[in-house]
């Protein structure tokens, strides 16, 4: 027998062509039990190293990994490839997805069923209702949930911080105060990175902190036309133009990550960003509250809009596969998972029944806020990361916003713009 020593045109499109293309790697690691491809855009460096915990997780039930990530923050280009897999008749074993998107897949019937797995690991008692809405569709599991991250967190660079005497500022005038004394300083106040899901992860923030949490709830969750287009509305965008003014003029186009190694590398005083932000600098073998802050967007305090990233199965209807899926359901949900995942991705256990002890200060910090914000009825969903509203209005505000931050659009027109972006989604 001869060794197959070369490859068909249609192998060189899949191993070769097609991901250098797509500009990833697909690395095949069959074990005998065989292997799982995950559709993901864990690309930076601390949340690649968090689905090394996965990998990991798998290998020593024996089962390979061949990863299928698709650059690009809040999955916006993955959720394309997805689709057209999908539409091509060729699913991953399983991918990441948020809220809506998985409701979405659950609806077309795609997705394969795991009450298995969560009747046996109890997953209806320790995972919080606001997480089941979305990870169970018409009373069955149809995702493992892997964490909760919020989006109203601020990234403070130490040092900057103790230079100039900055406090941690607890409203939204002391917040901008501090930003002008960075400024003033020399340093860029804001690290910013010009995506229109990263513009919209701040605008949510500026929403949260200007309106409180019923007005987050009435204008993105409710899309309740008269607080959309309402004078707090006005004011939030009013709000958002004073907070612009501290980035800098590079950062249409930058990666979240770019303006996450800004704070780290000491050039910027803040990011506005999502716990996964605190995974870079962790990955940087920095310490909260030692080198680095974290605090709650000043005006938020409150409150957390939450997102949690879900793992979906597709029903390929291979015992093989079915048997790798539940497996790996079953670890994504299992303690000691949720804790190791979580502190290298950022975010906080998903599970509510867990010991925060092993997590680091600023998740200890947010996995009380996420608890008492579920009993105080102020978690909500986050509109930028899909648990808000159903992908056709996030992506109508997306463009709203994004536009709004790259003009001069008065705050009075991005209001009334917004509402009939938004009135058009839902008509
Ligand atoms: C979010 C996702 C996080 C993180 C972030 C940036 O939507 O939930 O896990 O990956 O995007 O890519």
Redesign the pocket.
């Known amino acids: 027998m001869y060794a197959k020593m070369t490859r068909t045109p249609l192998e060189w499109l899949r191993y070769a062509v097609l991901p250098l293309a797509l500009g990833v790697a697909v690395g095949a690691h069959a074990q005998d039990g065989g292997e799982v491809e995950v559709l993901n ?2 690309t ?1 460096g601390g ?1 690649a190293k968090a689905l090394g915990a996965l990998k990991d997780g798998l290998a020593e039930e024996n089962i390979g990994w061949r990863n299928m990530p698709v650059a690009g ?3 916006t280009n993955a959720m394309a490839v997805l689709r057209s897999r999908i539409t091509s008749g060729n699913p991953p074993t399983a991918a ?1 997805v ?1 809220g809506y998107d998985a409701r979405d897949w659950a609806e077309r019937d795609a997705l394969a069923n795991l009450d298995e797995v969560a009747q046996s690991e109890g997953w209806d008692d320790v995972f919080p209702a606001a997480i089941q809405a979305f990870a169970k569709y018409d009373g069955h599991w149809i995702s493992a949930p892997f964490e909760v ?1 919020s989006t109203n967190w601020v990234w403070a660079n130490k040092a900057i911080m103790d230079e100039l005497g900055i406090e941690q500022p607890e409203s939204w005038d002391a917040f901008i105060a501090s930003l002008e004394t960075a400024q003033e300083a020399g340093y860029t106040g804001l690290a910013y990175g010009g995506q229109s899901w990263q513009d919209t992860t701040v605008f949510e923030n500026v929403v949260l902190a200007t309106g409180g949490a019923d007005f987050y709830r009435s204008s993105l969750i409710d899309l309740d036309p008269e607080a959309l287009d309402s004078d707090t509305m006005i004011e939030t965008f009013d709000n958002f133009r004073e907070l612009l003014a501290f980035k800098d003029d590079n950062s249409p186009g930058r990666d ?1 990550n770019l303006a996450t190694a800004m704070v780290i590398n000491g050039d910027a005083l803040y990011q506005i960003m ?1 716990d ?1 932000a605190k995974g870079e600098f962790i990955n940087a073998g920095l310490q909260a509250d030692e080198d680095f802050m974290c605090f709650r967007t000043p005006g938020t305090q409150d409150a957390v809009t939450f ?3 879900l793992m979906i199965m597709f029903d390929t209807g291979n015992a093989q596969q079915q048997q790798m899926q539940h497996t790996m359901a079953r670890i994504i949900g299992s303690p000691d998972f949720q804790i190791a995942f979580s502190q290298i ?1 950022g ?1 906080v256990p998903a599970r509510t029944d867990l010991d925060a002890g092993p997590l680091d200060a600023c998740a200890q910090r947010g996995y009380a806020q996420v608890q008492s914000a579920a009993e105080h009825d102020t978690l909500m969903g986050s509109l930028a ?2 648990y808000a509203a159903p992908a056709s209005v996030k992506n109508a505000v997306f463009d709203i916003v994004a536009s709004f931050v790259n003009s001069d659009m008065p705050s009075d027109v991005a209001a009334e713009q917004l509402a009939m972006a938004i009135r058009g989604a839902t008509s």
């Open positions: 855009w864990w930076s949340e923050g809040a999955g990441q948020l991250h979240w999502g996964w997102n949690s990233d991705k975010s990361h899909g």
